[in-house]
C-alpha cells in the first residue's frame, strides 16, 4: 500500500492537509483531510475584562473576524441575561451581512474560480486575471464592496471594533460617505452574473460534475 500527502491544502480558508492510501493497482483505499480545529482563544480569554472579549475573538480569523466577535458577545450576553437594542441587532446583521459578502467574494473569486472555468490549465488567480480579466476585475470590485462596508459597519475592514457587550459602541450609517444601496445593488448584479456563468460551466461539464466523489 502507497501513501501519498498534500501539505500544505492551500486554496481553501485556513490550511491542512490531504493523506491518500492506495492499493497496490493505485486506486484510492482511503482518503482524510485535516485541519486545524484548536485555536485555544478560551485559554487567553480566561481572566481577560469581559468587555475586551469581542475584540479579542475576532482576532480568531482575518477571513471572518466579524461571526467571532459577535458571537462572543451574543454569549457573553446570554450568560449576563442582557438585551440588544432592535437597533442595534440591525447593526449587527447588517455587519454580518457585509462580512459574507466579503468573506464569500473571497473564498469564490481567489480560491474556486479556478478550478470552474472551463480552461483546464487554469490552477490559480493569475490564469484567471490573465484569460479571464473581466470576472478577476468584478470579483476584486465584489470583495472591495465587502470589505468597505465591513468597514464602515465594524469601525475596521479587519478585526471590527464597534461590536460590544449590549449592542454596538456607535451607529455606523449617522456617519457613511457612499451610497450603500447602490453598494448593495452593484454586488447583487455581479453575484448574478457569476451564478450565470457558473451554471453554464458546470452544463459544459455536466458528466464530469456526476463522477464527482
Sequence with gaps: MKTIKVEPVTRIESHGKLTLELNKDGSPSTAFFSTPVLRGFEAFLRGAPIERVPWLASRICGVCPVSHSITSAKAIEKALSISVPETAEFLREILVL????????????????????????????????????????????????????????????????????????????QNINFDITAFLKEAMSITQEFLANVKEWFSQKEELVKTVG
Excluded: C, W
Design 98 to 173: 457585509s462580512q459574507l459578502i466579503d468573506s464569500h467574494a473571497l473564498s469564490f473569486v481567489i480560491l474556486s474560480l479556478p478550478d470552474l472555468v472551463p480552461k483546464d490549465n487554469i490552477h490559480d488567480i493569475t490564469g484567471i486575471k490573465e484569460h479571464y480579466p473581466k470576472f478577476f476585475e468584478k470579483g476584486m470590485r465584489l470583495h472591495t464592496i465587502g470589505r468597505k462596508l465591513t468597514h464602515q459597519m465594524g469601525g475596521r475592514n479587519v478585526h471590527p471594533i464597534n461590536v460590544k457587550i449590549g449592542g454596538v459602541s456607535v451607529n455606523p450609517l
